[in-house]
């Protein structure tokens, strides 16, 4: 395979994860498992989000997270902000990074975010000025690259112009979102080759969910087109918004164990991970979404 020598992966569980989970999850848990994501290795750990606590108040805990983790060096931890509001309580509570999200469905985006794709290029604007001014970093995500649950085919020609404002607007990296995961590797292979005359392939990243078990293809078939960073979360945390049941986000075992076994760098720990998500499951009562930890926690069962 024509893949990267090293790949960065963001660690989404504790935001994109987590807030998908349907009970309540004790602030403590949020800040050992972000501790532990951290310690075992990943370079960027996306911590929380500053929406509003109405809309996910699973993350209405946000201030309190951020002041109980314990950072650690060269980690990364950006939180979601979705206006300005969000962005005031992310610099009042010292972030160093920031991510905005934008959909390139403009039926999802009407539906889900309450406005247009423009408009919500436009609301943020300014929160991308001023993090940038304030020395921030700025992740942009652009969901439903792939498929949209309400306006079916998304074209190429709207992933990029969304892709292509959010670099615009200043954002230093975007993430292109199969939020729905219906993509393919071939689908996602074609869409970074007609993206790839107009945007940094090196500040591109992917997120790309798990629904038709095409998460793992999907993201090697990213790298094999140029991409070196990958959204994933720890046991496959979250479930997918839009379809009952099914896998919500990759991985992060899975990436893990396929990139080692090709060579590939990351700098995680597999096993300490697994060991978090074996943690995690248990404090949440039900089996990680992750083949890989699957695995490895059946042979340890075995071997002890
Ligand atoms: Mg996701």
Request: a negative charge; glycine letters at 10%; aromatic letters at 4%.
């Amino acid at each position: 395979m024509n893949l990267p020598e090293s790949v960065t992966i963001v660690e989404v569980g504790p935001r994109d994860g987590l807030q998908n989970e349907p009970g309540t999850v004790p602030t403590q848990v949020k800040i050992d498992l972000i501790d532990r994501l951290a310690r075992v290795g990943l370079p960027v750990v996306e911590a929380t989000s500053f929406v509003h606590p109405d809309w996910v108040p699973q993350l209405a805990d946000a201030e309190d997270v951020l002041a109980g983790i314990t950072p650690v060096e060269g980690v990364r931890y950006p939180v979601l902000v979705p206006n300005e509001r969000g962005l005031d309580r992310a610099l009042a509570a010292g972030v160093h990074e920031i991510a905005v999200f934008a959909a390139a469905s403009e039926e999802f985006s009407q539906r889900n975010l309450n406005r247009s794709i423009a408009e919500s290029l436009e609301m943020f604007e300014p929160v991308v000025r001023r993090a940038r001014h304030e020395g921030l970093r700025v992740r942009g995500y652009a969901s439903m690259v792939c498929g949209c649950p309400y306006q079916g085919e998304v074209p190429v020609d709207d992933v990029r112009r969304v892709t292509v404002s959010l670099f615009e607007l200043g954002c230093d990296e975007v993430s292109l979102g199969d939020t729905v995961g219906v993509g393919t590797g071939g689908q996602v292979q074609h869409l970074i080759e007609q993206l790839a005359p107009q945007v940094l392939l090196d500040r591109l990243a992917v997120h790309l969910h798990d629904t038709y078990g095409q998460g793992l293809a999907n993201t090697l078939a990213a790298l094999e087109a140029g991409v070196s960073i990958a959204d994933t979360s720890a046991g496959g945390l979250g479930g997918c918004p839009y379809a009952a049941g099914a896998k919500g986000n990759l991985a992060t075992e899975d990436l893990v164990y396929a990139l080692h076994g090709s060579g590939v760098v990351t700098g995680v720990d597999l096993e300490g991970l697994v060991d978090t998500t074996g943690w995690l499951a248990q404090t949440l009562g039900k089996p990680p979404a992750s083949r890989v930890a699957e695995a490895v926690l059946a042979r340890r069962h075995a071997d002890s």
